[in-house]
């Protein structure tokens, strides 16, 4: 099964929110989504980067329609507010790419309570999603299967997670590395796809029952040259060399070519019921299923994360 951008339907009168849309896979993401008439809120901290970024989409694709959406995954406030705002400005939303992330940074705890990474790439990803639940439930009942998704970025990186899988004693794992970290962060991303497609995926009790389906999947992007490998480089991780090599023989993707997982999950005709719940990636021109650690395949471990996310966030007031 061949995929590229251009294969993607019109998608006018859709909305799709994308995290992270000011820069690398997330930039391309909103782009391609924007080229085929959707209706785009491109996600960003900083206002003045997120104008930037539309500004330069639009040099590309003059009627490209698209909003910027305001918000701070070190600030769980400031994604609720976001999320909030969304629901009162839209009646309805088709796909939403959790894209933002950062990689193998150094130790820092947000002022929030949490480890930067854990709360970054998994956290504010799963308290915007939560808000935004009912309404892409709502918007899915009246359309065919299919039609409302979900995509979480992972990485192979999930593999770097502790041998526990999460460490819920510890969840900012002060005690281990950045790559540590990122793998705990990566692998929360799976196990919310999972729990997320148990919930509401084909087969579901809610799609059974008239409550609404929604197709969900977790990506791999590939090796991508972006600016996470800046992240890299400032750590002087062990990783450096390896990554050296990687460019030397042409291994690194586009940022564009990064963005394809994401957009043959999100809004691809081509993508059907059995891929909702898997990890993808995009191999040479190929979508395949990946690869995943034993801990990305615990149903367990998949439901207690849930639980105690969903816990946490009540008890922090971020959901209700």
């Known amino acids: 099964m061949t995929f590229h951008p251009d294969t993607l339907p019109c998608l006018k009168g859709k909305v799709f929110i994308v995290t992270g849309g000011n820069s690398g896979i997330g930039y391309h993401t909103v782009a391609r989504l924007a080229e085929h008439d959707a209706h785009v809120y491109l996600c960003a901290r900083s206002a003045e980067k997120g104008t930037a970024a539309i500004a330069r989409i639009k040099e590309m694709y003059p009627s490209a329609n698209i909003d910027l959406l305001q918000m701070d995954h070190m600030n769980l406030t400031s994604v609720v507010t976001a999320a909030k705002r969304f629901l009162a400005l839209e009646t309805a939303v088709h796909g939403l790419v959790n894209n933002a992330g950062i990689m193998a940074t150094p130790f820092r705890m947000t002022e929030d309570g949490h480890e930067a990474q854990w709360q970054t790439n998994y956290l504010a990803h799963w308290t915007f999603t939560e808000h935004l639940l009912p309404l892409m439930l709502q918007t899915s009942k009246s359309l065919s299967p299919g039609s409302v998704r979900i995509v979480n970025l992972s990485s192979s990186g999930h593999w770097g997670a502790p041998k526990c899988g999460i460490d819920f004693e510890d969840t900012s794992l002060k005690n281990d590395g950045p790559w ?3 793998g705990q962060s990566k692998l929360g991303n799976i196990l919310h796809t999972t729990n997320l497609h148990t919930r509401y995926g084909p087969g579901s009790q ?3 029952k008239g409550g609404g389906e929604i197709w969900v999947a977790s990506v791999h992007p590939g090796l991508v040259e972006t600016n996470l490998g800046e992240a890299v480089k400032e ?3 062990w990783m450096m060399p390896l990554f ?3 460019r030397v023989f042409g291994l690194f993707l586009t940022a564009d070519k990064g963005s394809w997982t994401s957009l043959f999950c999100v809004a691809s005709q081509d993508m059907k019921a059995g891929h909702s719940g898997g990890y993808l990636e995009i191999q040479r021109k190929f979508t395949e299923f990946s690869w995943l650690s034993r801990a990305a395949k615990d149903g367990k471990l998949t439901e207690k994360l849930h639980e105690w ?4 966030m009540k008890k922090e007031g971020y959901v209700q």
């Open 244 to 246: 050296s090599v990687f």
């Open 235 to 237: 750590s002087g991780s």
């Open 206 to 208: 809610s799609a059974l």
């Open 180 to 182: 540590e970290r990122y």
């Open 309 to 312: 996310t969903r816990e946490l």
